[in-house]
């Protein structure tokens, strides 16, 4: 605008032979608003689209930014100062964020902005990636003036959009339930998701999808923001009175406030945002790669990730030195690559309510140490990992005897218990300090390759005792930032160990969580069917490299159902595939199976882990589910197909792929046939069960809980 408000003109699918943009800019009068130059009714920032809206100053929507100031104003008024653009992408310090090795990669665009009156200077960052529909935003705050100001609000991405045709879809659920799809028509006013958990949670995922009405897995508009951050996040989207639909997503503002003296800098965390005009799998697609390529770190970005056998549903905290290598003897034969030893190896942990935070060794557990047992396994040809929980203490424990004033808890306030645990104050650095000289010492001690770091309660009584009573409001954001400085600290001086992120469950499933475990547990609810959900939610936004999956045993543990060890394994191939049983319990006929297995699985490994992942069918919408990856040449893909319960007499089912060469011809191993790409495409795979099975109840892929996998491999013409 004249007065140097920054607006926002066009975000969609992009525009050739542009020569000017006068025509993206709307005004019009608008009764009862506070216009922005006197005497004028046509200016007003309630009905334009802004960049950067702040709160106070005739703007009436959600705000990005709202600074208190000393004389207790909050009307701030950001003005275009100036912008630049650099090859790359600039760090930010202390966060998480996406990245670009080499600076042709990426470009970055840089606006500043500043307030007059306070000194205060926005920076507002934008990154484009070549051959990418996204855009990675930030936002910097610095105190340029003479007197401290107190940030209560900033978000990392405002997205003003010029009508609300929209239908808006989150990540949402609960433990054992986390990310499933929730769609809705979008309505006047806010709608808003977020977390005051002290984790992004498992209630909402910080991701948020706008798309025009009817918009599917192929075709259609839609815009999405997911936020680079593991604590409390908001994200909303806001119908004005003009139809303008505003999206926002940054640090959720409830109990927020940073001051900044003068000189000083708060940094948001980044928001990704993509664009697609090929419906979901765009938008997943896009996340996908740029979190392959941008953000996962690290030697394990590209290394194919083990198949791990995990105890914990195997024994629970009822374990010996004997049956860990028992278990690991016979999963070695599996073809399993990694033993992992989950909770209990520690202190006096023989059940969840003592010993957090007594990160030396139970000696009556594991009388030869953790080097021993790491040792042994490493001699079987596999890797040994091991659970960690660092953030928690219990009652029962050394460091809450030694240290209750590095628990959180408000003063004159019972601490709640959680789990039977306290949480430990991680935005006090020597608490971060002292962790690590634990862990490293464990960690140093033996040949320990992979660590799974949970995080099992929320934070309640927010309160820490390392900060004054006017810094509070920094309470939840140094807690986070403490989380990210333990694992720069552990990677720094770790780099080989592989990070697996926990938090009873998918928690903590979120991009800033990726850019220091490559990998994160999905769900505690480990069922195969309920897994259909929760994999199918959670690859919205996140690839199939980073989602821990594994073969659990039956009745499943968490719900009681019995699938078949085929579907278990169907379901577990499109993840990072794991098995978390006892396999001294295991059949021989099971055995055999998942031998099986481990060898296709391994065998397409990286075209599950790299290559692009379609969803087909959606487990929110039918009876029968269906995924599939691709590699780049589409010379090679996997299908995967599900049925949740069997019904007679049913229509004949045709899946029809996507992706593939029309021209060319693929062999589908399974039904040893061959098809052209334009058949598997148009006509599809004929999967009604063969007339002449119609009495054969033995045929698993007729029952309950039924699976089928299809390798496609691509044959020359010639
Ligand atoms: C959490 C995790 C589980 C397991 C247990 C151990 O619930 O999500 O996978 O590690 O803790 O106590």
Same mark, same amino acid.
């Given at each position: 605008m004249e007065n140097g408000q920054l607006e926002h003109l066009y975000y969609g699918k992009s525009i050739k032979y542009l020569d000017h943009y006068d025509r993206f800019i709307e005004r019009s009068y608008r009764p009862v608003s506070v216009g922005e130059f006197t005497g004028d009714l046509i200016h007003s920032l309630e009905s334009i689209k802004q960049e950067f809206p702040s709160s106070g100053?005739?703007?009436?929507?959600?705000?990005?930014?709202?600074?208190?100031?000393?004389?207790?104003?909050?009307?701030?008024?950001?003005?275009?100062?100036?912008?630049?653009?650099?090859?790359?992408?600039?760090?930010?310090?202390?966060?998480?964020?996406?990245?670009?090795?080499?600076?042709?990669?990426?470009?970055?665009? =840089?606006?500043?902005?500043?307030?007059?009156?306070?000194?205060?200077?926005?920076?507002?960052?934008?990154?484009?990636?070549?051959?990418?529909?996204?855009?990675?935003?930030?936002?910097?705050?610095t105190n340029l003036g003479e007197d401290p100001i107190r940030v209560n609000r900033l978000m990392s991405a405002s997205l003003d959009l010029p009508d609300s045709e929209f239908e808006i879809i989150q990540l949402s659920g609960a433990w054992g339930r986390e990310r499933h799809l929730s769609r809705r028509p979008i309505r006047p006013g806010i709608q808003a998701i977020g977390s005051t958990r002290g984790i992004s949670s498992h209630v909402h995922?910080?991701?948020?999808?706008?798309? =025009?009405?009817?918009?599917?897995?192929?075709?259609?508009?839609?815009?999405?923001? !997911?936020?680079?951050?593991?604590? /409390?996040?908001?994200?909303?989207a806001e119908v004005d009175a003009y139809s303008i639909t505003r999206l926002q997503a940054g640090v959720h503002p409830d109990k927020f406030c940073w001051t900044l003296n003068p000189g000083e800098c708060f940094y948001s965390p980044e928001a990704i945002l993509v664009y697609s005009d090929r419906g979901f799998n765009g938008v997943s697609q896009a996340y996908h790669s740029l979190y392959n390529k941008h953000l996962i770190r690290g030697n394990w970005a590209e290394l194919e990730r083990p198949v791990l056998m995990n105890n914990w549903e195997g024994t629970y905290f009822d374990f010996t030195e004997q049956q860990i290598l028992e278990i690991a003897r016979q999963a070695s034969e599996l073809g399993i690559e990694l033993m992992v030893l989950d909770d209990g190896w520690f202190g006096r942990r023989n059940d969840d309510t003592s010993s957090l935070g007594d990160w030396f060794v139970n000696p009556d557990k594991l009388p030869n140490g953790i080097s021993y047992l790491a040792e042994q396994i490493n001699r079987l040809g596999m890797k040994f990992g091991l659970w960690f929980e660092p953030e928690m203490v219990s009652p029962d424990s050394h460091i809450h005897r030694d240290h209750p004033e590095w628990v959180v808890g408000a003063p004159g306030r019972t601490r709640k218990q959680g789990r039977h645990q306290y949480v430990l104050d991680f935005s006090q650095p020597e608490v971060v300090n002292y962790l690590f000289d634990l862990m490293d010492e464990v960690l140093s001690s033996a040949n320990i390759e992979y660590v799974k770091w949970d995080m099992n309660r929320c934070i309640s009584e927010a309160y820490s005792s390392g900060l004054g009573s006017d810094r509070q409001g920094e309470f939840f954001h140094r807690y986070i930032m403490g989380v990210y400085a333990l694992y720069d600290k552990l990677i720094a001086k770790h780099p080989k160990i592989l990070f697996e992120s926990c938090a009873s469950g998918g928690g903590r499933f979120d991009p800033g969580m990726l850019y220091y475990a490559p990998q994160t547990w999905t769900s505690d609810n480990s069922e195969a069917i309920e897994r259909l959900k929760i994999q199918y939610g959670t690859s919205m936004a996140y690839p199939l490299s980073t989602m821990g999956a594994h073969v659990s045993s039956i009745p499943n543990h968490q719900i009681g159902r019995t699938a078949p060890l085929q579907t278990r394994g169907h379901v577990a191939f499109f993840g990072v595939l794991g098995y978390e049983l006892n396999p001294l319990q295991l059949t021989d006929s099971d055995r055999k199976i998942i031998k099986e297995q481990i060898q296709t699985y391994k065998r397409y490994r990286r075209l599950i882990s790299k290559?692009?992942?379609?969803?087909?069918?959606?487990?929110?919408?039918?009876?029968?589910?269906?995924?599939?990856?691709?590699?780049? /040449?589409?010379?090679?893909?996997?299908?995967?197909?599900?049925?949740?319960?069997? =019904?007679?007499?049913?229509?004949?089912?045709?899946? =029809?792929?996507?992706?593939?060469?029309?021209?060319?011809?693929?062999?589908?191993?399974?039904? /040893?046939?061959?098809?052209?790409?334009?058949?598997?495409? !148009?006509?599809?795979?004929?999967?009604?069960?063969?007339?002449?099975?119609?009495?054969?109840?033995?045929?698993?892929e007729k029952w309950d809980f039924a699976s089928r996998m299809f390798t496609l491999i691509k044959k020359s013409l010639k």
């Open positions: 100053s005739g703007d009436f929507r959600e705000p990005a930014v709202e600074i208190l100031q000393e004389d207790g104003s909050h009307v701030m008024e950001f003005r275009y100062s100036s912008f630049e653009v650099l090859a790359g992408k600039p760090y930010i310090p202390n966060l998480p964020a996406t990245f670009c090795k080499d600076s042709q990669d990426a470009q970055t665009l =840089r606006i500043t902005l500043t307030d007059d009156l306070t000194g205060a200077t926005a920076i507002l960052t934008y990154t484009i990636f070549n051959n990418l529909p996204v855009i990675a935003r930030s936002v910097s705050i995922n910080p991701f948020l999808l706008l798309c =025009r009405p009817g918009t599917q897995e192929h075709w259609g508009e839609a815009y999405a923001v !997911n936020l680079v951050y593991s604590g /409390n996040f908001l994200a909303l290559g692009t992942f379609y969803r087909l069918q959606s487990p929110f919408e039918g009876n029968e589910i269906a995924w599939m990856t691709v590699d780049d /040449n589409a010379d090679q893909a996997l299908v995967g197909w599900y049925q949740v319960l069997s =019904r007679p007499n049913e229509p004949y089912w045709r899946l =029809r792929l996507t992706a593939l060469c029309p021209e060319e011809i693929y062999y589908v191993e399974e039904l /040893n046939s061959y098809y052209s790409g334009s058949e598997l495409m !148009n006509v599809g795979l004929l999967l009604t069960p063969h007339p002449s099975d119609h009495q054969d109840f033995n045929i698993i």
